[in-house]
């Protein structure tokens, strides 16, 4: 397919070089001329803006944003992509924003004779490079079934979850549960090794338990616990801790336009900020088991 591509950050960058890989016509723009270099040198074509993709002969075109206000410009602005892109062009959305957002937008490119899907990503930028992203598809089953071998070009779970935003919706539920059970983790952790017992047999005794989780037995926050978690390299690399408060901030927005009380969530969420105004923002999000450890 003839693709445009806007976005090449951590994320975007690696899923438009898997499509190039997978033999799809790709045009990119980015703000950064850095990653349009890398791109082109890759295959691709660049653009100067989203516009220009938009004008161009696409068949589809995704986006991988930082934020809701950056998907409302790129798609709404007057140089955006809805005010240039000619009917019948698929649009796909794989930024984590608010699931409002996500619905508004698709609303908007509905009306404009383009089908839309919000269709976040959970995998990191390992999975990102490697072709194992999953998605979460919000949007029309027809849709779903036209876009899904796009997807699959750079995931390996493509999952529809229902109507518009619903893919925002899975996303910022599950991210919400991740910080949430990262701090029970913590919690624990501290506690039993302050309390004498050594890391490695305490996680081993959980991870065998009532109260094993993804956040204990594939990405323990304690040092010396596994040797491929961030907490082996100085939480460098993985999922940031302000990657986390963004979501936890989604996730919160979102419970509180329905009246939705999300008690654990916010308490997350304050945690998080703490930690990021400490200056850990850049850490992964594992560390905030410093905050617990007596001796971090």
């Known amino acids: 397919m003839k693709i445009g591509f806007v976005g090449l950050g951590n994320m975007?960058?690696?899923?438009?070089?898997?499509?190039i890989k997978a033999g799809h016509v790709v045009t990119v723009f980015d703000l950064s001329a850095a990653s349009l270099t890398r791109l082109v040198e890759a295959g691709a074509a660049a653009a100067e803006s989203p516009a220009a993709?938009?004008?161009?002969?696409?068949?589809?075109?995704?986006?991988?944003?930082?934020?809701?206000?950056?998907?409302?410009?790129?798609?709404?602005g007057a140089e955006g992509i809805l005010a240039h892109v000619r009917a019948g062009v698929f649009l796909i959305d794989c930024s984590t924003i608010d699931p409002r957002t996500a619905r508004e937008v698709a609303k908007q490119a509905l009306e404009n004779g383009n089908p839309m899907l919000d269709a976040p990503v959970s995998g990191g930028t390992g999975g990102a490079s490697?072709?194992?992203?999953?998605f979460m598809?919000?949007?029309?089953?027809?849709?779903?079934?036209?876009?899904?071998?796009?997807?699959?070009?750079?995931?390996?779970?493509?999952?529809?979850?229902g109507d518009s935003g619903n893919g925002q919706v899975a996303k910022v539920a599950n991210n919400m549960l991740l910080g949430v059970s990262m701090i029970a983790v913590?919690?624990?952790?501290?506690l039993g090794v302050s309390l004498g017992m050594d890391a490695g047999v305490l996680a081993s005794i959980i991870n065998t338990s009532s109260g094993r989780c993804w956040s204990s037995d594939t990405y323990n926050p304690f040092p010396g616990v596994l040797e491929n978690a961030p907490a082996a390299r100085g939480y460098?690399?993985?999922f940031g801790t302000d990657l986390m408060l963004k979501d936890l901030g989604l996730a919160s927005e979102a419970a509180q336009q329905i009246g939705q009380p999300v008690l654990l969530g916010a308490f997350a969420q304050q945690l998080y900020q703490s930690f990021s105004a400490q200056g850990n923002g850049s850490l992964d999000f594992s560390a905030i088991?410093?905050?617990?450890?007596?001796d971090a």
């Not at 849709?143 to 997807?151: A, K, N, Q, S, Y």
């Not at 913590?186 to 501290?190: C, G, K, L, Q, T």
């Not at 088991?289 to 007596?294: A, F, G, V």
């Open 12 to 19: 975007g960058g690696p899923m438009a070089l898997n499509l």
């Open 53 to 76: 993709i938009a004008q161009g002969d696409v068949e589809l075109i995704i986006t991988m944003l930082p934020a809701a206000a950056h998907v409302k410009s790129v798609y709404l």
């Open 130 to 134: 490697a072709g194992t992203l999953t």
């Open 137 to 161: 598809v919000g949007g029309s089953s027809a849709d779903f079934d036209r876009t899904w071998p796009i997807l699959a070009a750079m995931g390996k779970n493509i999952v529809h979850c």
């Open 186 to 190: 913590s919690e624990a952790m501290a």
């Open 236 to 238: 460098t690399g993985g």
């Open 289 to 294: 088991i410093n905050m617990y450890r007596k």
